[in-house]
């Protein structure tokens, strides 16, 4: 266990101040050694008081470092700040991490969205890929692609009461706005996929509002702040349950259930054309089907979905 991370365990299972000599004995290294790491804990927010009898923690910070996820250490893989956590995985992807490893950014410098888009990473957002490797061909990637957008926004409804809307593909809205957007990469080996990953940003404790006036945040709707560290944790445990024991024609009935998009005009960016018309259905493909005003139904298989 990382030396810092064992300080915390123990000052977490005391109420009482802990003695240099007890972590010293418990650790099996000196009090200046402890110091150090306590000043290293302090820098990073951990509010741990120092006695002349030793040391107590009062307040934790919000940060996502690996040992705040107990049962995940190994597979979480934290940046202070990054380019994009989407660029972090496939690195990580291509050297062999194990499914359910995930990277998260405190900050990102050039977060994106689909067509590449820009996604402002403001701090106190929560910008995090998930690394996949399901045993699926690349036709049927877009059944994980649904699955978590249906598992977030459950999470949403059922844990902090928040009204979330799935909108095809894969963003999640809240009375139309703007709350999580989702983009997904994948690589392919043979005719399977070799790896797929999903990067997610959810406007927790940030305001995106000031350049992105359609959008919102959980601490505005809650009008207090939100822990991300439970939020990503509750995600990635309901993620790993539903795509281990739900079927995917369960899964696209649930998300059906909770879109905004069915049933309404839409327009629908592509890289080579744009499609408006009226939003008939999602098929068994994940695709959109669309009523052009001729009549005519196409089918978008893929692109970036505006309600008009």
Request: with cysteine; charged share 30%.
């Amino acid at each position: 266990m990382d030396m810092k991370a064992a300080i915390l365990k123990i000052l977490r299972e005391n109420d009482v101040v802990v003695s240099g000599e007890h972590f010293s004995g418990e650790l099996g290294v000196s009090r200046v050694t402890v110091w150090k790491h306590i000043q290293a804990l302090q820098s990073l927010g951990y509010k741990i008081i120092s006695t002349p009898n030793g040391y107590r923690i009062e307040q934790s910070p919000d940060i996502l470092l690996p040992w705040e996820f107990p049962g995940r250490e190994e597979s979480i893989h934290h940046f202070m700040e990054t380019t994009s956590t989407m660029d972090n995985a496939r690195e990580l992807a291509r050297k062999g991490c194990p499914a359910f490893s995930v990277a998260v950014a405190e900050r990102q410098k050039k977060g994106r969205g689909r067509l590449r888009r820009l996604w402002r990473s403001a701090k106190g957002g929560l910008y995090f890929t998930v690394i996949l490797r399901p045993d699926l061909p690349p036709s049927l990637g877009f059944q994980v692609n649904f699955t978590a957008s249906l598992t977030l926004a459950t999470i949403l409804r059922e844990k902090y009461s928040v009204e979330a809307d799935v909108k095809w593909p894969n963003d999640i809205l809240v009375a139309e706005k703007k709350l999580v957007g989702m983009l997904a990469e994948m690589e392919t080996e043979a005719d399977m996929i070799a790896f797929l990953n999903i990067g997610i940003g959810i406007n927790v404790n940030n305001d995106p509002t000031r350049s992105e006036p359609m959008a919102t945040s959980m601490k505005k709707l809650l009008g207090r702040k939100v822990d991300r560290r439970e939020l990503l944790s509750a995600f990635l445990d309901r993620f790993e349950w539903t795509l281990r024991e739900e079927s995917f024609e369960t899964i696209l009935e649930k998300w059906k259930a909770c879109t905004v998009t069915i049933g309404r005009r839409v327009r629908v960016e592509t890289v080579t054309d744009t499609i408006e018309g009226l939003a008939l259905d999602v098929d068994e493909y994940g695709s959109l089907i669309v009523e052009a005003a001729d009549g005519k139904q196409k089918r978008v298989i893929y692109g970036d979905c505006f309600h008009t």
